[in-house]
């Protein structure tokens, strides 16, 4: 009998890669394992879970006027998979669906693993049909299988996947634009991904996985950046998300200024462990105004 892998009928998968291989034993242990440990109770009570519906509202003198009023529905790291069935996810597609805002915008982590399985979910964020359009950028998890699947799977159904790159739309006559960059570790990594997007024409708003990214948006003097990743570190002070897990991030939870420029840190819908402590899942629904600088939420 030959040992040569390719005299056999049965297909080769291709290797994964270390990051992926990795992410999986990282898996294995937070998820699986804690929620063995506890007999499956971890796991229960984090799928019965539902999404809070947030409501912010963010003026800036660097937000177009002709702008004003515009609604984001900001939703980021399902991390589909695991933790994170169909049923689960639709209860955040649900809740887009009943605040109706003008445009989507998906910071990433679209999927926490493999990315088959994951189009009945990019099939029902575009059957969402927000009038302004559906609009996602990729985070780090959507790369440990294959970005371009991701990508693709999302581009077929539909949503506009930003990679380093801007698109304008029409908003009540007038121009918004709208860029997103790909994944990018490090302030340096994502200073030349934004500025990359940026050669297109300066965007109104950006969606950067990395909040990271902000300190190159400002100094562009982007009025708005979106960004997710950090899940607020899912374990957070009562009352004080600021203070929380994600020592990696200086900007980790909600709303960051420089100047006049902001950053609205979404703490995401998914999870990399099955527990949120202080930390809920959220749907956030920013409210954009040109005025005097402030914000306000419920
Ligand atoms: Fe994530």
Known sequence: MSNNPADSDQPIKPRRSLKFRKAKMRHVVFTVGANRLTGGWL???????????????????????????????????FHFGDLMSLDKAMLTVEALKNEAPDLICNTGDLVDLEWSG???LVQAFAELAPPLGN????????????????ARVASEAGLHVLRDQSMSIDHQ????????????????QCRDRINAMNRDGRPDLLLCH?????????????PLTLSGHTHGGQIARRNKPHANMAFAHKRSAGLYEINDCRLFVTVGVGAWFPLRMNCPAEV???????????????
Not at 58 to 74: F, K
Not at 210 to 222: E, R, T
């Open 284 to 298: 956030v629904i920013i409210t954009m105004r040109h005025g005097p600088a402030s914000a306000s939420h419920d």
């Open 210 to 222: 990395n909040p990271k990214g902000f300190d190159q948006a400002a100094s562009l003097g982007i």
């Open 118 to 120: 994951v189009e009945p």
């Open 43 to 77: 796991g229960r009570r984090h799928q019965n879970e539902r999404p809070l519906t947030r409501h912010i509202e963010i003026s800036t003198p660097a937000w177009p006027e002709e702008h004003d009023g515009l609604r984001i529905g900001h939703v980021s790291d």
């Open 173 to 188: 006559g007038s121009t918004l634009r709208i860029g997103g960059v790909d994944w990018a570790r490090t302030p340096g």
């Open 135 to 150: 609009f996602m950028v990729l985070g780090n998890h959507d790369e440990l299988d294959s970005a371009e699947e991701v």
